[in-house]
């Protein structure tokens, strides 16, 4: 079992910054692959970013195109925590953010077992 939970979501004006983590207890993190999902009201979870680590490495990493340039995927295995840093963000980021981990890296949530309870991101239009 892997349990997470995530934090650093908040209330942010257009152009502005966050930094989402992602605390992770329970087996050993550093063997999943870890993925950061977002879903909006009315509308159905999204694919944001995932990361795939080895050895001390990251292997692979993905973005949707609706946040390259804008966000960066990172991980901290020797502190179970991953993190999601969020720039130039924009009222159409306004979501609940969610951290998940999974066996593999994906854009489709299902095919993660995992999943923290998510953090809420507002930027005010």
């Known amino acids: 079992q892997v349990q997470l939970v995530e934090s650093g979501g908040g209330l942010v004006q257009a152009g502005g910054s966050l930094r989402l983590s992602c605390a992770a207890s329970?087996?050993?993190?550093?063997?999943?692959?870890m993925g950061w999902f977002r879903q909006a009201p009315g509308k159905e979870r999204e694919f944001v970013a995932s990361?795939?680590?080895?050895?001390?490495?990251?292997?692979?990493?993905d973005y949707a195109d609706s946040v390259k340039g804008r966000f960066t995927i990172s991980r901290d295995n020797a502190k179970n925590t991953g993190h999601l840093q969020m720039k130039s963000l924009n009222p159409e980021y306004t979501a609940v953010y969610y951290c998940?981990?999974?066996?593999?890296?994906?854009?489709?949530?299902?095919?993660?077992?995992?999943w923290g309870q998510g953090t809420q991101v507002t930027v005010p239009s």
């Open positions: 998940e981990a999974a066996s593999r890296t994906s854009r489709v949530y299902a095919v993660y077992n995992y």
């Open positions: 990361i795939k680590w080895s050895g001390g490495f990251t292997l692979y990493v």
């Open positions: 329970g087996r050993t993190f550093s063997t999943y692959a």
